[in-house]
C-alpha cells in the first residue's frame, strides 16, 4: 500500500525559513518523480514543485522560486521541501504526492502538512 | 505558464443528476490533463488522466472528453459520495498548474 506521510508543518514568523519531509513506502521511490502542492485555507490547488527520479532536475512554481529548494533521498525514501523567506502567502496545508509515472498526474497524496505564516 | 479555467465555480444538483464541468486551458495540452476530486478536510483524488482515462478504482458514471485546450467532466447519475470540489491539472508542460475548482453541492 502507497503511503505518503509529511511532517514538519509549523507557525512561523514572516522572514523564516521552515523544512518540511515526506516520508514514502509501498512502492519503488526511486522510479518515480516527486512533487509538492499546496491548498491555502479554503481555497484551491496550487503546484509548488516538483523533482526527477535522481534529484538532478526541479521544477517550480514562479510564486516559490528562489525561495523554495526540493530535494530528495532515494536512500531514506523521503522528499523535502526548504521554505526560506516565507510570507503570509504561503500559509497554506502542504500535500507530498507521487507522480503517476514520470512527469505526469499526481496518483497518491499524503494527509497534507500545515504551513502557517503569521507574527 | 499554462492559465487553466473551470466552469461553473459552482454546481447545484440532485442525486440523479447528470452533470459537465468544464476546464479550458490558455493553450493546447494535447491530451495532458488530469481530473481530481476533494472532499472536505482530505486530499486529493485523481478520478481521470490523460484526459479521459479513468484511474483504477474510479465508478464508471465518471467519463472525461476533450483535448487540446477544452476538455470536460461528466457525472452521470450523481450519487450522495459525488457531492465534491473537482480540479483540473494540466501536465503538459511546467509548471504545472490546477483550475480554480468546481463545487458540486446539493441543490
Known amino acids: 500500500e502507497v503511503q505518503l506521510v509529511e511532517s514538519g508543518g509549523d507557525l512561523v514568523q514572516p522572514g523564516g525559513s521552515l523544512r518540511l519531509s515526506c516520508a514514502a513506502s509501498g512502492f519503488t521511490f526511486s522510479d518515480y518523480v516527486m512533487g509538492w502542492v499546496r491548498q491555502p485555507p479554503g481555497k484551491g490547488l496550487e503546484w509548488v514543485a516538483a523533482?526527477?527520479?535522481?534529484?538532478?532536475?526541479?521544477y517550480y512554481a514562479d510564486s516559490v522560486k528562489g525561495r523554495f529548494t526540493i530535494s530528495r533521498d532515494n536512500s531514506k525514501n523521503t522528499v523535502s521541501l526548504q521554505m526560506n523567506s516565507l510570507s503570509a502567502e504561503d500559509t497554506a496545508l502542504y500535500y507530498c504526492?507521487?507522480?503517476?509515472?514520470?512527469?505526469?498526474?499526481?496518483?497518491?497524496w499524503g494527509q497534507g502538512t500545515l504551513v502557517t505564516v503569521s507574527s | 505558464d499554462i492559465q487553466m479555467t473551470q466552469s461553473p465555480s459552482t454546481l447545484s444538483a440532485s442525486v440523479g443528476d447528470t452533470v459537465t464541468i468544464t476546464c479550458r486551458a490558455s493553450?493546447?495540452?494535447?491530451?495532458?490533463l488530469a481530473w481530481y476530486q476533494q472532499k472536505p478536510g482530505k486530499a486529493p483524488k485523481l478520478l481521470m488522466y490523460?484526459?479521459?482515462t479513468l484511474e483504477d478504482g474510479v465508478p464508471v458514471r465518471f467519463s472525461g472528453s476533450g483535448s487540446g485546450t477544452e476538455f470536460t467532466l461528466t457525472i452521470s447519475g450523481l450519487q450522495p459520495d459525488d457531492f465534491a470540489t473537482y480540479y483540473c491539472q494540466q501536465y503538459n508542460s511546467y509548471p504545472w498548474t490546477f483550475g480554480q475548482g468546481t463545487k458540486v453541492e446539493v441543490k
Open positions: 523533482i526527477s527520479v535522481t534529484g538532478t532536475t526541479a
Open positions: 504526492a507521487k507522480d503517476w509515472g514520470v512527469n505526469s498526474c499526481y496518483d497518491f
Open positions: 490523460r484526459a479521459s
Open positions: 493553450q493546447s495540452l494535447s491530451k495532458w
